[in-house]
Structures are given as structure tokens and as C-alpha cells.
Nanobody, 123 residues
Framework: QVQLAESGGGSVQAGGSLRLSCEYM?????MGWFRQAPGKAREGIAS???????DYAESAKGRFTISKDSAKQILYLQMNGLKPEDTGTYYC????????????????????WGQGTQVTVSS
């Protein structure tokens, strides 16, 4: 049973925008977005607590917004002002623990993962 399913990736030019979506089967206390560039480790981008508190990595602050529609069980990542260095595969993730109690930008802190969606930003 697929727990998390991302969509919305694509190719855009620098400065453009994309909105990623992640449909989730079960509510998770903490949910996050990660990305993985070719040849690099997976890095945390943003997290959102069940009550709505959000947190962002420095690379995402001011440009990306994480949100969710709890009724529809969809997690979003709005990405504006995209840069070539934002290129990578983006994954949504879920944890059974509250964001405040885990290293929320560490992939080891999450229990469930989607299959990823590719984002390519050209200069």
C-alpha cells in the first residue's frame, strides 16, 4: 500500500515556480519535504507539524512554503524563485513523532517516504 505519492515536478527556467503535491494515506504527526540532487545526499527542505507549525532549511527560507490540506490529506510545497541548484528529486516524508522531538531535516527521522518527483531548473 502506497503511503505517500508525490506529483507536480517538472522542468522550469530559473526564477519560475512549481507546486509539488503529496497525497498521504494516513495522517502523520510530522511531515516534510526533502530533495536529492544527483551525486549528493538527501537534504531536508521543510517540515510541518500536525498543528501547522512550519520550519525551513536556510536554502528554502523566503522562497518555499510548505502547507497541507488535512481534509484532502495532501501535503504541498510551493516553490518560487527557483534556482538551478534546486534541481533534484523531491520526496515527501512522514514521521510518527512530533517535528519538535526529531531532527526534522534528517532523513533518518522519518518513517515513510514517497517515490519522489523530479524537478529540473535550467538557467
Amino acid at each position: 500500500q502506497v503511503q505517500l505519492a508525490e506529483s507536480g515536478g517538472g522542468s522550469v527556467q530559473a526564477g519560475g515556480s512549481l507546486r509539488l503535491s503529496c497525497e498521504y494515506m494516513e495522517r502523520r504527526t510530522c511531515m516534510g519535504w526533502f530533495r536529492q540532487a544527483p551525486g549528493k545526499a538527501r537534504e531536508g527542505i521543510a517540515s510541518i507539524e500536525s498543528i501547522g507549525n512550519t520550519d525551513y532549511a536556510e536554502s528554502a527560507k523566503g522562497r518555499f512554503t510548505i502547507s497541507k490540506d488535512s481534509a484532502k490529506q495532501i501535503l504541498y510545497l510551493q516553490m518560487n524563485g527557483l534556482k538551478p541548484e534546486d534541481t533534484g528529486t523531491y520526496y515527501c516524508s512522514g514521521s510518527v513523532s512530533p517535528c519538535a522531538t526529531i531532527p526534522r531535516f534528517s532523513q533518518g527521522a522519518y518513517d515513510f517516504w514517497g517515490q519522489g518527483t523530479q524537478v529540473t531548473v535550467s538557467s
